[in-house]
T-cell receptor
Framework: GENVEQHPSTLSVQEGDSAVIKCTYS??????FPWYKQELGKRPQLIID?????GEKKDQRIAVTLNKTAKHFSLHITETQPEDSAVYFC?????????????FGPGTRLSVLP | NAGVTQTPKFQVLKTGQSMTLQCAQD?????MSWYRQDPGMGLRLIHY???????DQGEVPNGYNVSRSTTEDFPLRLLSAAPSQTSVYFC?????????????FGPGTRLTVT
């Protein structure tokens, strides 16, 4: 089955700097890759996603890149702000239950220091 | 819209007891899922459903049952609670029509098994 690894497990950056979180997946049939943000004590919320027919997607300060050949995808946050502090999860989905059967990475705790 | 609702918010069970975690959504979503979240392990899929009457196992289904008799409701049953089932449980739903696979999470149920 699918296996998703995520690095680093914790990341501290100064406010205004960029943050990069990387994920790798094992199943070449996976073709949908979302990123979720979870603030302390709250539910996960989707921040950006990418499908396998696209190499990069951007939404304001957030971008995701996908390399299908190498089976890895990354989240990039620019001009970080204290409210970006949270746990970020990547996930992969594919196969006959595409868009439903998700495997999540273990998460990255991002701290943005003022 | 209330979105995705879960009850109860907190629950303490003794080993061997059974209970049902309730999940409901009012967005007419076809897809619904149950996840458990343990520290350092991300979100792991327990069971999911792609429509009323259709369910399938996820990554960690043992010890849990589900059914989907209506589009709105997707209860999760713990058959005989064990301390290893101590976790935070999230229900999620999504459209499943191909336009978006964003999962909307409920607020979670924190379960402790003693």
């Amino acid at each position: 089955g699918e296996n998703v690894e995520q690095h680093p497990s914790t990341l501290s950056v100064q406010e205004g700097d960029s943050a990069v979180i990387k994920c790798t997946y094992s199943d070449s049939a996976s073709n949908y890759f979302p990123w979720y943000k979870q603030e302390l004590g709250k539910r996960p919320q989707l921040i950006i996603d990418i499908r396998s027919n696209v190499g990069e997607k951007k939404d304001q300060r957030i971008a995701v890149t996908l390399n299908k050949t190498a089976k890895h995808f990354s989240l990039h946050i620019t001009e970080t702000q204290p409210e970006d502090s949270a746990v970020y999860f990547c996930a992969a989905s594919g196969g006959h239950n595409y868009g439903q059967n998700f495997v999540f990475g273990p998460g990255t705790r991002l701290s943005v220091l003022p | 819209n209330a979105g995705v609702t879960q009850t109860p918010k907190f629950q303490v069970l003794k080993t061997g007891q059974s209970m049902t975690l309730q999940c409901a959504q009012d967005m007419n979503h076809e897809y619904m899922s149950w996840y458990r979240q343990d520290p350092g392990m991300g979100l792991r899929l327990i069971h999911y459903s792609v429509g009323a009457g259709i369910t399938d196992q996820g990554e960690v289904p043992n010890g849990y049952n589900v059914s989907r008799s209506t589009t709105e409701d997707f209860p999760l049953r713990l058959l005989s609670a064990a301390p290893s089932q101590t976790s935070v449980y999230f229900c999620a739903s999504s459209y499943g029509d191909g336009s978006s696979y964003e999962q909307y999470f409920g607020p979670g149920t924190r379960l402790t098994v003693t």
